[in-house]
């Protein structure tokens, strides 16, 4: 059955992104080793998929200069971002190489940066990547993946809406 939308309603690029701002999306940072080198993007959307076997799933733009590295890496790990640590939201969502200068981390078991701080983290490696649109869905299978203990617990996680950030407050 054909859905029939009248000529009228047109979806424009402005109206859905300012419709989809008030989903409050999380903040994290997905990082690999290529080359030798730290590289990594921000990206407001990360979920579970499956848990026998363990998946995760992400969706980045196709122009994206970082996925290309990320996705020869065959590893990736997804760091959960604290509110705290809105400069490396920033820092990873910028164009440019040294994104690594500012940012704390150490090397998981896949080799791809964790990131010093951060909540949690998955590690995966890449199962599967399917054109969507102009984005790619990318599918994890889940490796490694933790807590951090030593994080402070009262910092809440980063969270973007309506083109902010912010964070969330817990109520009883």
């Known amino acids: 059955m054909a859905v029939i939308m009248p000529e009228e309603f047109q979806i424009t690029e402005q109206n859905f992104r300012d419709t989809l701002s008030y989903y409050p999306t999380g903040v994290s940072a997905v ?3 290529w080359d030798n ?3 990594g993007m921000t990206i407001g959307s990360f979920f579970s998929i499956s848990l026998d076997p363990p998946l995760v799933g992400l969706s980045v733009r196709q122009g994206s200069g970082t996925w290309p590295k990320i996705a020869e890496a065959g ?5 959960v971002l604290a509110e705290n640590q809105r400069h490396i939201a920033a820092a990873l969502a ?5 994104k690594f200068g500012d940012i704390g981390w150490h090397s998981g078991v896949t080799g791809s940066p964790l990131v010093e701080g951060s909540l949690a983290h998955v590690e995966c490696v890449i199962d599967q990547t399917l054109p969507v649109g102009d984005h790619w869905i990318v599918v994890g299978r889940v490796v490694n993946l933790d807590t951090h203990p030593e994080a402070d617990h009262k910092v809440e996680p980063m969270l973007f809406y309506r083109r ?3 964070t969330f407050e817990e109520r009883s």
């Open 37 to 39: 080198q730290p590289v």
């Open 164 to 166: 902010g950030y912010g």
């Open 31 to 33: 990082c690999a080793l």
């Open 94 to 98: 910028a164009s440019g190489d040294d």
């Open 75 to 79: 590893v990736f790990a997804v760091n």
